[in-house]
């Protein structure tokens, strides 16, 4: 599943081939993604010069002068830049085609995907005005994560993974995350201190950077390419390790149900 950094290292690989780009037109072949793609993205979206391309959580936006298309790769999608006359396949399900003839394609073979089209700001719409904070900004600290945990009596694992509160740590960069903070992932979030806070966020920003940054080298898969992009594979130290040994202790990693993701951590360096 496309997690932050797959969307990030999206962002980066399609930004500099549609910023300034004139959409010629939507071309819808399947609307049933996750939510139904309103009709009027074409008309809407076509003649339109794509201003910038951002994100937010998990969502990409593509903010024009007349509004804004907001997309979500859901759990099996990507998009890459291919000649507009180029056949589509069964997955390919929407392309955002450009005056020079080049188009960015959805393939979403699951289609828990979504497009939406807003003539609002892009940030006060349902999807995305509930959010929590960026992982990566300022405003995720251990002061932020210390306040608001206050009281909490939910694994500090889900804690983080709430999108209310932080959009964008999955269940991975959870996973990775805890084991470099040495902190249990069935904790309390209200038994945690400010100082344990304070280096879980600082160790949360640094998984999900190196992982973007592991994410550069496959920038060339979003344009021209065959078939989806390849997601890059990140050292990882538990997760989906259980039964080899800590890299820290040598304790053999362990595997826990939480919720309905499953979690890995080292029963030894993990309190
Ligand atoms: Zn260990």
Redesign the pocket.
């Known amino acids: 599943m496309p997690e932050l950094p797959e969307v990030e290292t999206t962002r980066r690989g399609i930004a500099p081939h549609i910023t300034g780009k004139k959409v010629t037109r939507v071309v819808v072949r399947n609307p049933n993604l996750r939510w139904k793609v309103q009709a009027r993205i074409d008309r809407e979206m076509s003649g339109q010069i794509i201003d910038e391309v951002s994100r937010r959580g998990k969502y990409l936006l593509l903010t024009t002068a007349a509004g804004s298309a907001i997309l979500h790769l859901g759990m099996s999608g990507s998009v890459r830049l291919v000649n507009a006359d180029t056949a589509p396949n069964k997955h390919d399900h929407i392309d955002i085609v450009f005056a020079n003839r080049q188009a960015l394609r959805l393939t979403d073979p699951r289609r828990f995907g979504s497009l939406h089209w807003t003539r609002r700001p892009p940030l006060q719409h349902k999807l995305l005005c509930n959010l929590g904070v960026e992982p990566l900004g300022d405003a995720f600290n251990g002061d932020y994560l210390y306040r608001i945990s206050r009281k909490r009596k939910v694994a500090i694992k889900q804690f983080i993974m709430n999108s209310h509160i932080v959009t964008g740590i999955g269940n991975i960069y959870a996973c990775e995350a805890l084991f470099m903070a040495g902190i249990h992932p069935g904790r309390a979030a209200g038994r945690i201190s400010r100082k344990k806070y304070a280096l879980l966020a600082e160790v949360s920003k640094e998984v999900l950077s190196d992982a973007i940054a592991a994410g550069g080298t496959t920038l060339r898969d979003y344009v021209g390419g065959h078939g989806q992009a390849g997601w890059f594979k990140q050292e990882l130290h538990v997760y989906g390790l259980a039964g080899k040994p800590?890299i820290?202790?040598r304790?053999l990693i362990r595997e826990m149900r939480q919720g309905q993701r499953a979690t890995f951590y080292?029963p030894?360096?993990q309190k």
Do not use: A, I
């Open positions: 800590c820290s202790c304790t080292c030894q360096c």
